[in-house]
């Protein structure tokens, strides 16, 4: 089982990035997906999930109406597109892809950095 994740960098605020992440060695389609991050000294949070069947998404309050989560089940891949950057959004993204309460895989994380 392996994701990888891409995208991060260094981004101006009110800047754009988008994340990917690649899944590979389970059945993608089956998983419910979602991405955390973790800025330094704080704990990992939840920002965005999207469900297996439906497609549902789910955002924080934090970046809702600025960040869109979606997913190609064809490319077993997820997506994070996010606008207008803060300087608080500044954190390691993660992707997390979970079925029930038995399977629950991460990611290694990728940086992400919103300064001038």
């Known amino acids: 089982v392996q994701l990888v994740e891409s995208g991060g960098g260094l981004v101006q605020p009110g800047g754009s990035l988008r994340l990917s992440c690649a899944a590979s060695?389970?059945?993608?389609?089956?998983?419910?997906m979602s991405w955390y991050r973790q800025a330094p000294g704080k704990e990992r949070e939840r920002v965005a999930s999207i469900t297996s069947a439906a497609g549902a998404t789910n955002y924080a309050d934090s970046v809702k109406g600025r960040f869109i989560i979606s997913r190609s089940n064809a490319k077993n891949t997820m997506y994070l597109q996010m606008n207008r950057l803060k300087p608080e959004d500044t954190a390691v993204y993660y992707c997390?892809?979970?079925?029930?309460?038995?399977?629950?895989?991460w990611g290694q994380g990728t940086q992400v950095t919103v300064s001038s």
């Open positions: 060695g389970f059945t993608f389609g089956r998983y419910d």
């Open positions: 997390n892809a979970r079925r029930g309460n038995l399977f629950d895989y």
